[in-house]
């Protein structure tokens, strides 16, 4: 028996770290200790049959897992699968010749469990199996320990962002004399900003430096850009913008989709500069 090592997983995939790491297959290396998979959160399929794996525990860490391959292995305890009930996107599972799939009821059991299966040990799951799965299936229990991974987690930290931003911009119209805002203290306002941001998504906060080569370099590349229509925004909603940008490169596809969402509504409900007039008329 022997432990996957980050190593292993490096020169085999090509990759230059654990979380660029997206299709693994370790078949046949006896395998037994698979921890290292806990810091792999954008694998999505892994091959591990004929190995010694008897627990899915660290499988419960890979959030984007779809395809999960684990032919004679050594697991026992159908209980095992109340771990993978927390993985969004899994389909496809194969867990044939492990001894947990000798229990009566296993498949029944299974796809109560993971209703969201497409095969289940290369059969394509029936609409009518997970009917008759949540009658006849066992139902188990999820590991306390085990991480949420849900779809809308995503797309709940997205909102929480937006509403931090939407909190910074409420001064928005509060005068700001551009000559009092020196290079030094515009740069400190940036990375305070960035990090309130940063916090929300549960991201470490970034050091001057790291924020002086990255954000400032984002907002003045953005400054270039502008129209000549375009009303250039005070330096706390420069701040702001260059906080928003910077995190935007952090951010997976889901959760750009439900941003661009936000702030389309964002948008809708917004006042146009015409209605503010009228408002204040």
């Not at 119209?173 to 805002?181: A, F, G, L």
């Not at 330096?235 to 940008?245: C, G, T």
């Amino acid at each position: 028996m022997s432990r996957l090592s980050e190593q292993q997983i490096l020169s085999r995939s090509r990759a230059s770290s654990l979380e660029n790491v997206k299709n693994l297959n370790f078949w046949g290396s006896d395998l037994s200790d698979i921890s290292v998979l806990r810091q792999m959160p954008n694998v999505e399929v892994l091959s591990l049959s004929v190995n010694n794996i008897s627990s899915l525990e660290d499988f419960a860490h890979c959030p984007r897992l779809r395809e999960l391959y684990l032919r004679k292995n050594n697991i026992e305890d159908i209980n095992e699968i109340g771990c993978l009930k927390n993985l969004p996107k899994l389909r496809v599972l194969w867990l044939s010749d492990n001894p947990c799939a000798n229990v009566d009821h296993y498949r029944m059991t299974v796809l109560k469990n993971l209703p969201k299966l497409t095969k289940l040990d290369t059969v394509v799951v029936e609409e009518s199996e997970v009917i008759e799965a949540a009658k006849e299936g066992t139902d188990i229990k999820t590991p306390d320990d085990i991480p949420v991974h849900d779809l809308e987690l995503t797309a709940t930290v997205g909102k929480d962002a937006l509403k931090t931003v939407s909190a910074l911009s409420e001064d928005v119209n509060q005068p700001v004399s551009i000559e009092k805002c020196d290079p030094e203290s515009a740069q400190s306002n940036l990375v305070n900003e960035t990090n309130k941001l940063r916090a929300q998504l549960g991201l470490k906060p970034v050091l001057l430096d790291d924020q002086t080569n990255g954000a400032t370099t984002i907002a003045a590349t953005n400054a270039h850009k502008k129209k000549p229509e375009t009303v250039s925004p005070t330096p706390r909603n420069q701040n702001i913008l260059s906080a928003v940008l910077t995190l935007v490169q952090e951010l997976d596809r889901t959760s750009l989709l439900t941003l661009r969402q936000e702030i389309d509504q964002h948008s809708e409900n917004k006042p146009s500069p015409e209605e503010r007039e009228a408002l204040i008329g």
